[in-house]
């Protein structure tokens, strides 16, 4: 079945050791995303790949940071981990932007706890 | 851009029809609205999108009115694994993408 995988499901890191999320997708979608969701809240969007384009959320900590390589993989980097950074993330595909074609297929998400 | 208000919590029976209300009072001309169902500890699920009047699928219904200002999901007969977070997104690609999850609405379902 097409779908999205994110690895690992849980990762525990250390308070400034760098780390790396990982996603990948068979469903061959333009758009990857990458959101943020803490305990009893929203998801929060914090940046989006349209094929190589890059959108960065104006309110994205500069301590996150992603690569797409090529279509099927996107990674989210956290380079110094605050404590305040442990929260499930999220990573999720669509065929477009536009609106009839954005559903979002989105992965079991990958829980970061930082001791 | 749009901003989506709905009610935090709701609880039902079992076998009822469950209507969640968004309201998008910002609409703008080529939103589209969307619904994503959240269970603990697992990422969104689609359930259903329209843009105008009503659409319908296997799983629930979404009923528009006129001015789109708000929106009806409609979940008929509801069951126990309906017990979820319920969210409703108003966005498109004018003047650069944007997709904001609202607060969302808890959905507990009884026996």
């Known amino acids: 079945d097409a779908m999205v995988i994110q690895n690992p499901r849980y990762q525990v890191t250390q308070f400034g050791k760098p780390v790396t999320l990982s996603c990948s997708q068979t469903l061959n979608h333009n758009v990857m995303y990458w959101y943020q969701q803490k305990s009893s809240q929203a998801p929060k969007l914090l940046f989006h790949?349209?094929?190589?384009?890059?959108?960065n959320e104006a309110d994205t900590p500069d301590n996150f940071q992603s690569r797409r390589p090529n279509t099927s993989f996107c990674f989210l980097d956290i380079r110094s981990p605050g404590l305040g950074d442990a929260a499930m993330y999220l990573c999720a595909t669509s065929r477009d932007l536009a609106g009839g074609n954005n559903e979002q297929f989105f992965g079991p998400g990958t829980r970061l706890t930082v001791l | 851009l749009a901003k989506t208000t709905q009610p935090i919590s709701m609880d039902s029976y079992e076998g009822q029809e469950v209507n969640i209300t968004c309201s998008h009072n910002n609409i703008a001309t080529n939103d589209y609205i969307t619904w994503y169902q959240q269970f603990p500890s697992q990422g969104p699920r689609f359930i259903i999108q329209g843009y105008k009047t009503k659409v319908t699928n296997e799983v629930a219904s979404l009923f528009i009115p006129a001015d789109r200002k708000s929106s009806t999901l409609s979940l008929p007969r509801v069951s126990l694994s309906d017990t979820a977070v319920y969210y409703c997104?108003?966005?498109?690609?004018?003047?650069?993408?944007?997709?904001?999850f609202g607060a969302g609405t808890r959905l507990f379902v009884k026996a």
């Open positions: 790949y349209y094929d190589k384009d890059f959108n």
């Open positions: 997104l108003v966005g498109d690609t004018t003047g650069g993408f944007k997709t904001i």
